[in-house]
């Protein structure tokens, strides 16, 4: 629902009011020659004028004049780190004087976390990761302590990168749902949208003026734009029986080539959610901590069972990678595991694109 419009002077009121709600503010900003989120408390922090490049294998910023905040596709992170967190201690177990061992939960810090700037790619992979971490017979309480306190405010994306292709799986550029706030970035200000009550109480704080047709009509034609531009794609349909029937297919030798099983794909991927739980055993050898730690599928350890190694080269890892993203995952979530956001493609090291591959093993678009 449309609140109003909010002059870029406001948008500090929008990180105050957070903050008075108890939110700690999560924003972009540049750090390291790229676009990450760091805790926000000053509008002024947000990166002004940025530009990304990207391209298989590379990323780069540019300054422009441009008076946006927002004017650049993504950076290498989601909102994944957030919620399913890179490495967490799950529980502990302590032996006593007498050798008797007892287990103990290490719950979650359910911190207010606001975050400003999500993109419709990454509000879809959202979902995914619900449906993956809350929905399935047991739900994840680190996950989901988390979940509950997160605030989203979205950002419609106007400029997406070379490496976008989210208006092919339908997940983007403009976000339809699940955040709290969706705002349209226009060079004097932001169209406020609300999506939820959190939403709308927060909104009614700040300091909106009503929206003209001008800027509803320039907002609209920035996003329709901004899908236009993307060249990249996936076929929009399912892809698992094509993949399984080509297993053998002479493109997984050729892509094992170039793929150094790095794993960077997986680590950007929003989506991604494959992990690794270790026990740390303390050096008084009283204690330990079970913990859980990102994991990717191109690791030698990740497919290790009952002493082998079940994916031991390359290109099987690489083909579990691909058939599981855009196969397989349609029949665990009734859907394909890829949004389109050009991660993997812009974070790979050698510049393997999904979109290639898919095309090279599939065939064409849509035939
Ligand atoms: S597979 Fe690549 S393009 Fe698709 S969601 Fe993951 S990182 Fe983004
Ligand atoms: S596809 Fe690229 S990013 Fe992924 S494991 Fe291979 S080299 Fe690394």
């Known amino acids: ?31 390291d020659g790229a676009i990450v989120y760091d805790t926000l408390d000053k509008a002024g922090a947000l990166p002004q004028g940025a530009r990304d490049r990207q391209s298989p294998g590379q990323y780069r910023l540019e300054k422009t004049a441009s008076p946006r905040y927002f ?38 810090a359910a911190e207010m976390l606001a975050v400003i700037g999500a993109r419709a790619c990454d509000l879809a992979a959202l ?5 993956h971490f809350l929905q399935g017979r047991f739900a994840d309480p680190y996950y989901a302590a988390r979940r509950k306190n997160i605030f ?5 994306c106007t400029h997406p990168a ?20 969706a705002l349209s970035e226009l060079d004097d200000g932001y169209l406020v949208q609300t999506g939820s009550d959190k939403g709308s109480a927060i909104t009614a704080q700040l300091p909106l003026v009503p929206a003209t047709d001008a800027q509803r009509r320039d907002s609209g034609q920035e996003v329709q734009e901004a899908a236009r531009r993307q060249t990249r794609g996936l076929p929009s349909r399912n892809l698992r029986d094509v993949l399984f029937a080509n297993l053998e297919h002479p493109r997984w030798e050729n892509v094992a080539e170039r793929c150094l099983s790095c794993g960077n794909c997986t680590s950007v991927c929003p989506t991604c959610f494959c992990h690794s739980e270790t026990d740390e055993t303390a050096l008084d050898d009283h204690q330990s901590r079970h913990v859980r730690q990102w994991d990717s599928c191109f690791t030698q350890g990740h497919s290790y069972i009952h ?9 099987t890892r690489y083909r579990q990678w691909l058939s599981h993203k855009l196969g397989s995952w349609h029949d665990q979530y009734g859907r394909s595991g890829c949004v389109g956001c050009g991660r993997c493609i812009a974070w790979c090291p050698v510049g393997i694109d999904i979109t290639e591959e898919a095309r090279e093993i599939c065939g064409g678009s849509d035939d």
């Open 127 to 131: 979902r995914l990761q619900d449906r």
């Open 307 to 315: 002493g082998m190694t079940i994916r031991a080269d390359t290109r």
């Open 71 to 108: 004017s650049w596709a993504n950076g290498p992170q989601a909102l994944k780190p957030f919620l399913f967190t890179p490495r967490e201690a799950m529980w502990r177990a302590e032996r006593d004087v007498h050798g008797a061992i007892r287990f103990s939960e290490i719950r979650p």
């Open 1 to 31: 629902m449309e609140a109003g419009f909010l002059p870029r002077a406001g948008f500090q009121a929008l990180l105050d009011t957070l903050h008075r709600a108890g939110y700690r503010c999560v924003g972009p900003q540049v750090r």
């Open 152 to 156: 989203l405010v979205a950002v419609h």
């Open 162 to 181: 070379d490496t976008c292709f989210c208006a092919s799986t339908g997940d983007g550029p403009r976000a339809t749902q699940d955040f709290d706030i």
